[in-house]
Structures are given as structure tokens and as C-alpha cells.
């Protein structure tokens, strides 16, 4: 059958571009087009008519990508029409009037491309990323991976273990003779440097899915130090209740943030006093819990004899506006901020931006962002640290077996064997035009 769908978001807009993949989408524009001789990959002025009445309902643009040269790896036509709920609306009822056209499902023409394999999984799962990307690291790390920086190593390390395989079954073949007293160590010696590339990769993995998902930051301190103001203030909003009353803030409030280029999620947490508030004493606990999770503290204080200086805190004195004394950020050690007056935020700023650098001192462009590929790659491993522990000599088949099941990971990493569990669960995640 041959798809289609609005492949921009709707509403009001200046233009929107219908999709269609399959068999029948050339036949589909010239039934609506009333025009034949489209040349590929060039865009062509249309009217848009309705295939049963023939009565004009927009012009615009078409332009016909001739399969395998598409993105599915089909014949596929792209409609780009007026935009507005009603305009792609009509267009829509028209292509459903046509015979063997049917509307896609969620992913749907990322899955052909996938089934056609134009793509990967790993690039399928970048092409998501960069989709929902928010920040400018994240779009520029999901384009390696759509690029297929993932694939070309994982597909590396395949190469490499069925050569390996290769090398042993040759051996193998000459069964009436003696393997070569050498064979086993060089074997190991090729295992060893991929399982220590592979454990070099996956100990990545935290900081990749740090940049997928956000580098979390707390804002903890007693009620009333300013923890709500500030986070307002970052936010650029009104996200969290600001009142002189303590324990106003019961529940963590999270805000999402752009700092350097990386996605940032900066928590608001209920003040840290002894309560005997039931509800409050949840929050506190929350609050507990959000700074066990988190990968950046800031400590806020109004008063300067309760600071405690701790490793890994950020600590804030806020309020310095009203302070008696002029507050020096050598005498302390801290921060000196007034959140009213606007004072020292910019070099708050400065230092949260360098904590969360620090933390990406280097970010390669095949680091692992979903979880998936440090369970998968975590598999290959353990697999591997088998094999070596197996005498080769005596036990040649065992050994092949553990790389052959290297080998086989590799592929449910990439989507070339037994995959189906991951893909609805994957598509399902793409809007119903891609």
C-alpha cells in the first residue's frame, strides 16, 4: 500500500508538506495533479484538484523522489501545499478518495526506510533525538549519530569479531592437524583490544545519557534563603511560589534550561528544616532524594555563620543586600548574590556553566546516549570475557560460539537481526508524517 500524511506540524502556517511513500505515489500526483511528466528530485508547479469532482483546491508545489534514491527507499512525493487546518485538511480527504492510499501509522515511513535499510537503528533513534533535540549539543550529536558514527563502529567491531571467527574456523578445517601453539594468544590478544575499546565506549554512557536526558542540578537550603527567587530568576519566570512563609515550596519544581549549550534541569526544593508538617516532611524528603540524584549542588545561605562549605556544592550567600558589612567572595568562599537586586547572578551563571562543561571535558561523536547500547554493548563483553577463559586449543567450538553471539548482539544493535520488540516501541515515539 502506498502512505501518506502531514509531515509538518499542523495549524496555521505558511506552508505544510504532505508525504507519500509507496508503489502508487507518482500515479497519486498526477491523478491530483492533472499532469503528467514529473521529473525526479525537481520541485513543479501544481494545481491541486479534487480527483472526483475535479474542483481546485490549492496550488503549491510537488516534487517526486524515484525509488531507491528516497528516504523510504520507495517511490515517494512530497505535496507542498498552503498550510492551516482546513487547507491540509481538504488535501488529505482528497488523497483518501484515490484507490490503494491509506493514511500512515505513527513512524511509519521511518520504518520502511528501516525496513528498505536506507537506515539503521542507531540513526532511526538520532533521527528522534534530533527531532526532540533542545539544546545545541544535543542537535549536534544526534547529527553524528544520523550520520552514522555509531554504525561505523559498531559495524567495525563485527568486522573485526568475524574475522577473528574466520581465523579459528580455518583452523578448524584442518582438524587432522595441530593448531598452531600461537593461535590462542593471538587470538586473546585481538579479543582483549576489543573488549577494552568496547569498555572505553560504554563508560561513556553516563555522560551520554546526561546529554540526551539533562545534567541535573538542586537548589537546597533552609526555608526562606531566596531558593524560589532564584530559580524564577533563572527561569525568566514565575515557576515557583515566592512567599515569606516557610515551607511554602513543598514539591520539587524543575525547570529546563539551555547553559552552554546543554540541556539543563535546575531543581526547586522545600526547605531543609526539622518539621513536623506531614506534607512538608514529603517534600523534605523529595528534596533528599533530588540531591542524591543530582550531579550539582547549590547550597543557598543568608546568614554568613551558617555556611558550611561541602566538596562538590556550589555555595550561595544571598540577601548580601542586606548585610551590614560588604561581603567578599575571598573572605567566604562562596558566591555573593542578591536575587532582588540582581546582583552576582551573571557570575553564578558563569560558574554553573563551567561545573557543567568540566563534566564534558570530551565528548567523542560515537558517545552512547540511550541505554539500550550500553546494555547491548555491556552483552558483547561479558561474552567475550568468556571466550578468552576457554582453552582454544581444546575447546575451539565453545570459543567460536561466544563470538558468534558477540556477533549477533552487534546486529540487535544496529537492527539487522531479531529486532521487532524494539521497533513499536521506537516509532511509536515519531509523529504520524515521519
Not at 132 to 139: A, I, P, R
Not at 265 to 286: F, M, P, V, W, Y
Request: charged residues 25%; aromatic residues 6%; contains cysteine.
Amino acid at each position: 500500500m502506498t502512505i501518506y500524511a502531514l509531515s509538518t506540524s499542523p495549524g496555521a502556517a505558511g506552508l505544510a508538506v504532505i508525504r507519500l511513500s509507496g508503489p502508487r505515489a507518482l500515479e497519486a500526483l498526477v491523478t491530483l495533479s492533472n499532469r503528467k511528466n514529473f521529473i525526479p528530485n525537481k520541485l513543479t508547479k501544481c494545481n491541486f484538484t479534487h480527483p472526483d469532482t475535479n474542483n481546485l483546491l490549492d496550488s503549491g508545489l510537488a516534487v517526486f523522489f524515484e525509488g531507491p534514491k528516497s528516504f523510504t527507499g520507495e517511490d515517494v512525493v512530497e505535496l507542498h501545499i498552503h498550510g492551516g487546518h482546513i487547507n491540509t485538511s481538504i488535501i488529505l480527504s482528497a488523497l483518501s478518495k484515490i484507490k490503494y492510499l491509506r493514511t500512515a501509522d505513527q513512524g511509519e515511513f521511518t520504518k520502511r526506510a528501516f525496513i528498505n535499510n536506507k537506515v539503521d537503528l542507531t540513526e532511526i533513534e538520532a533521527l528522534g533525538d534530533l527531532i526532540n533535540s533542545q539544546t545545541e549539543k544535543q542537535h549536534e550529536q544526534a547529527l553524528f549519530h544520523m550520520s552514522g558514527s555509531l554504525s561505523k563502529l559498531y559495524f567495525s567491531w563485527r568486522k573485526k569479531l568475524i574475522e577473528i571467527t574466520a581465523l579459528i574456523e580455518a583452523e578448524l578445517d584442518f582438524a587432522d592437524e595441530d593448531l598452531p601453539s600461537d593461535i590462542s594468544k593471538n587470538v586473546n590478544s585481538k579479543i582483549n583490544f576489543l573488549i577494552s575499546d568496547m569498555q572505553s565506549h560504554i563508560d561513556e554512557s553516563n555522560q551520554g545519557e546526561i546529554l540526551r536526558e539533562g545534567f541535573k542540578i538542586a537548589i537546597i537550603g533552609e526555608p526562606n534563603v531566596g531558593k524560589s527567587s532564584l530559580i524564577n530568576h533563572l527561569a525568566k519566570r514565575d515557576v515557583a511560589i515566592v512567599s515569606d512563609i516557610a515551607g511554602t515550596t513543598r514539591d520539587a519544581i524543575e525547570v529546563n534550561l539551555n547553559i552552554a549549550g546543554f540541556p539543563v534541569i535546575i531543581t526547586d526544593t522545600a526547605g531543609l528544616r526539622d518539621s513536623t508538617d506531614k506534607i512538608e516532611k514529603l517534600g523534605i524528603d523529595i528534596a533528599l532524594t533530588k540531591i542524591k540524584e543530582s550531579n550539582l549542588v547549590i547550597e543557598i545561605f543568608t546568614n554568613p555563620k551558617k555556611i558550611k562549605l561541602k566538596d562538590n556544592y556550589i555555595s550561595v550567600l544571598n540577601k548580601v543586600d542586606l548585610l551590614n558589612k560588604e561581603i567578599k567572595q575571598d573572605d567566604l568562599n562562596v558566591i555573593p548574590i542578591s536575587v532582588t537586586e540582581n546582583v552576582g547572578i551573571d557570575q553564578l551563571i558563569n560558574v554553573i556553566e563551567e561545573q557543567v562543561k568540566n563534566y564534558f571535558p570530551k565528548i567523542s561523536q560515537t558517545i552512547p546516549t540511550h541505554a539500550r547500547y550500553k546494555i547491548s554493548v555491556s552483552k558483547i563483553i561479558e561474552s567475550l570475557n568468556r571466550a578468552i577463559k576457554i582453552d582454544l586449543l581444546n575447546n575451539t567450538e565453545l570459543v567460536v560460539e561466544e563470538l558468534r553471539s558477540g556477533i549477533y548482539e552487534i546486529g540487535r544493535l544496529t537492527g539487522t537481526v531479531d529486532v521487532e520488540e524494539y521497533l513499536e516501541v521506537i516509532f511509536k515515539e515519531f509523529c504520524i508524517g515521519k
